[in-house]
């Protein structure tokens, strides 16, 4: 399957939302746990839209059919961890090992492009795989984080 990456726009939004709902469909056959697993999680239409905006997120479409396949939403971040430039990949989800291999090969390559410091990926979906190449580290910051909501 031949991929094609380009930056996620506001248009892509639904489709988005539709792989994520079928992934969702999936993992959580109840429909009451699913709402629940829903908002938890990080493909929240919230997090979506303050994502997208920022030009630092991509998707991977099917050449020949134009589906999507896969995404990623990052940003970047200044000043964290004693490092001046970062890229935060908030979350990683695809259709196929190719694409999710290839979405986080992209991340990186876009990192060493901009000249960050590093990239962070998340450790769920099988990025851990799929980053090995690499030469990943696991990050343990020393933050104490303390909860302002219930």
């Known amino acids: 399957m031949s991929l094609f990456f380009r930056v996620i726009q506001i248009d892509d939004l639904q489709n988005i939302l539709d792989l994520e709902n079928k992934k969702m469909t999936e993992q959580y056959p109840d429909e009451m746990e699913r709402m629940m697993a829903v908002w938890n999680s990080k493909h929240r239409i919230e997090a ?3 994502y997208i905006p920022l030009g630092w ?4 479409e099917d050449v020949d059919t134009k589906a999507l396949i896969g995404y990623f939403i ?3 971040l200044l000043f964290l961890d004693g490092q001046t430039q970062t890229l935060w990949v908030e979350h990683v989800q695809s ?5 999710r291999d290839e979405l986080c090969e992209l991340a ?7 000249h960050l410091q590093r990239v962070y990926f998340p450790s769920d979906n099988g990025v851990p795989n799929s980053i090995q190449s690499f030469k990943p580290a696991n990050w343990a910051p020393g ?3 303390v909860k302002t909501t219930k």
């Open 95 to 99: 259709e196929t090992l190719q694409a």
């Open 143 to 145: 933050t104490i984080a």
């Open 74 to 76: 990052a940003q970047p």
């Open 108 to 114: 990186y390559k876009l990192g060493r492009e901009k």
């Open 57 to 60: 997120s991509f998707l991977a």
């Open 48 to 50: 979506l839209n303050h």
